[in-house]
């Protein structure tokens, strides 16, 4: 079962910033936080990824609270081409593990003219 | 383009017949991932190799199916005596070997599976 827990749906305003939550409670010390998304018909495609440190990309931007807890995605200004589901995982990293992803329901995003 | 390229793209099969799909993922990832996705629902995990080894089956992979890698390059996946409930896309992923604890999937379009 998926480690995470996303709302189903979130709407926003093109040009605007749009701020995807997750909630990984039960993360632990040696799993990083991946967010991938699946624009219709296409395979998923990796956003980021992060430990503990916020990050940021030429996509996205990645919150990670504190207590590692929860994370906030940003897309700091919404296309319509954003449109898509977006999938919050954790993966446990180290020697030995296959860094095969577990994928829950996701937030299918939507962003309006 | 030298991204991960699944063949074919669409397959209709009647119920009890026998299905191959091909992935060719990206020069030189040595990882290689199956998922299925049905409709509404994220891709689930069905197998692993590292080059030709197939190191993980995922309990979704039934005795039906089958997975090889046989040179650590392209790999195959076989569905026998199909059923309706294998409807579904199968996606491909690819990553390099790993860096870093960066395990960056790189996934193909998928092959959309009908069973009829």
């Known amino acids: 079962d998926a480690k995470t827990t996303q709302p189903p749906s979130m709407d926003c305003a093109e040009g605007r910033a749009a701020n995807l939550p997750c909630n990984h409670s039960t993360i632990s010390g040696n799993e990083y936080v991946y967010w991938y998304r699946q624009i219709h018909s296409q395979g998923p495609q990796y956003i980021i990824h992060g430990l503990k440190n916020n990050e940021t990309n030429e996509m996205a931007s990645l919150i990670i609270t504190e207590d590692r807890k929860s994370s906030t995605l940003i897309l700091p200004h919404a296309t319509l081409r954003d449109t898509a589901v977006y999938y919050c995982i954790v993966r446990m990293y180290g020697s030995g593990n296959t860094g095969k992803l577990i994928f829950g329901q996701g937030t299918t995003l939507q962003v309006k003219p | 383009d030298t991204g991960v390229s699944q063949d074919p793209r669409h397959k209709i099969t009647k119920r009890g017949q026998n299905v191959t799909f091909r992935c060719d993922p990206i020069s030189e990832h040595n990882r290689l991932y199956w998922y299925r996705q049905t409709l509404g629902q994220g891709p689930e995990f069905l197998t692993y190799?590292?080059?030709?080894?197939?190191?993980?089956k995922s309990r979704l992979l039934s005795d039906r199916f089958s997975a090889e890698r046989p040179k650590g390059s392209f790999s195959t996946l076989e569905i026998q005596r199909t059923e309706q409930g294998d409807s579904a896309m199968y996606l491909c992923a690819s990553s390099p070997r790993r860096v870093s604890g960066s395990n960056e999937q790189f996934f193909g379009p998928g092959t959309r599976l009908t069973v009829l």
């Open positions: 190799f590292q080059n030709e080894a197939q190191l993980e």
